[in-house]
């Protein structure tokens, strides 16, 4: 396992700009960060400044922006992360982290294909850019509940990636769910190839499911609510083939075939 560069720091913000329906990309500057960040991880940001709200809140990090730039995308939701949206350029951040683990990135992989729900994309991007610099293609499959929920379409094709849209409602691409569309895929290339996930529970279970059938490399980035995000108050235990593991120190990044899927 890499070694951790666990820190806690005031980054200040270059940019807070609103990407989609209700999404938004802060990016930050910090040296450090950018340069011992890996693709999966998070940060556990101080989103007030006094004890309302008490808990930080875990953004996963999205990419960087340039070698001392680092990028982090959410969607404003709920009290916290609306405190959040209203942060301007030059206020700065209390973050810990870069936190927990990553997903690999092995160029023994020919292709990857990467499967986002939601706001699971955001932690995919950074993943693409890593892939992409090693010259691995990569294949990005999108899901979302309409064409107002897609986010970062552009950005994956930009790095010259291949890209396919599935929604819910037929409002954009595919009209389905994004598992839908994932075996025609995995055999439309050689191999070696790899599939990562995030996003809701159930994409990726069956995501975990095809990668099962197809004997094929799968990691998933699990979302569950983190309390302290340093693996102290195990409230983000789930349960895998050797026991339970803590989100926030052992993940967010499983491997598909430990994780038991419940539900």
């Given amino acids: 396992m890499a070694e951790k560069h666990l820190t806690q720091d005031q980054l200040e913000i270059i940019s807070n700009k609103v990407v989609g329906d209700g999404f938004y990309r802060l990016t930050v500057r910090s040296h450090s960060w950018a340069k011992s960040a890996r693709a999966g991880q998070f940060a556990h ?19 960087l922006d340039d070698r001392d730039a680092i990028a982090f995308l959410y969607q404003a939701k709920g ?17 810990i ?4 683990n990553g997903f690999t990135v092995d160029a023994r992989f020919r292709r990857i294909i990467l499967v986002g ?37 552009a950005d994956f094709k930009s790095l010259g990636c291949q890209v ?3 929604t819910d409602d037929g409002s954009q691409g595919h009209r389905g769910y994004v598992t839908d569309i994932l075996e025609q895929h995995i055999s439309a290339g050689p191999g070696p190839v790899a599939i990562f996930a995030c996003g809701p529970t159930v994409m990726m279970r069956r995501a975990a499911t095809i990668a099962g059938l197809y004997d094929v490399f799968c990691e998933v980035s699990l979302e569950e609510r983190m309390a302290c995000g340093v693996g102290a108050c195990l409230g983000c235990a789930v349960m895998t083939t050797t026991g339970y593991r803590r989100v926030c ?4 990044v499983f491997s598909a075939e430990e994780v038991v899927w419940t539900g």
Wanted: glycine content about 16%; overall charge positive; hydrophobic content about 45%.
């Fill in 45 to 63: 940001i101080r989103v007030g400044k006094g004890l309302e709200p008490l808990l930080r809140r875990p953004i996963s990090i999205h990419g």
């Fill in 79 to 95: 009290a916290g992360t609306a405190l959040l949206a209203a942060k301007r350029t030059g206020e700065t951040i209390d973050a």
């Fill in 97 to 100: 982290g870069p936190a927990g």
């Fill in 117 to 153: 729900g939601g706001i699971g994309v955001a932690p995919l991007m950074f993943l693409a850019q890593a892939y992409r610099a090693k010259g691995t293609a990569v294949t990005v499959l999108l899901g979302a509940r309409s064409k107002d929920c897609l986010t970062c379409l």
């Fill in 164 to 166: 396919t849209v599935t």
């Fill in 249 to 252: 120190a052992d993940g967010p």
